[in-house]
Nanobody
């Protein structure tokens, strides 16, 4: 069992930056590939980024490529999402998720555990 807690969301102006953190409980964090998803009001949850178990591989949605960076620190049981050049269309609740079996999956059903989400609002 893994519990995930996101933090770092907030209100930022377009062009600004935020760094989201997701801290996992338990001693097996490095056994999980991690992902970030987001859900805007009235829209489906969508894939944002993912990182492999050891952090050597990262994956991004086309909409965030070049602006967002996903990283992890297994010693701290934490995965990060650095978001730069934010746009109003990035406004959403951001969720981190953990997958035992799939690295880099863009499908939410491949993830076994989810955090409660953190709100990111980008004003124009």
């Amino acid at each position: 069992q893994v519990q995930l807690v996101e933090s770092g969301g907030g209100l930022v102006q377009a062009g600004g930056s935020l760094r989201l953190s997701c801290k996992a409980s338990g001693r097996t964090f490095s056994s999980y590939a991690m992902g970030w998803f987001r859900q805007a009001p009235g829209k489906e949850r969508e894939f944002v980024a993912a990182i492999s178990w050891g952090g050597g591989s990262t994956f991004y949605a086309d909409s965030v490529k070049g602006r967002f960076t996903c990283s992890r620190d297994n010693a701290k049981n934490t995965v990060y999402l650095q978001m730069n050049s934010l746009k109003p269309e990035d406004t959403a609740v951001y969720y981190c998720a953990a997958s035992l079996g799939y690295s880099g999956s863009t499908y939410s059903y491949d993830y076994d555990y989810w955090g409660q989400g953190t709100q990111v609002t980008v004003s124009s």
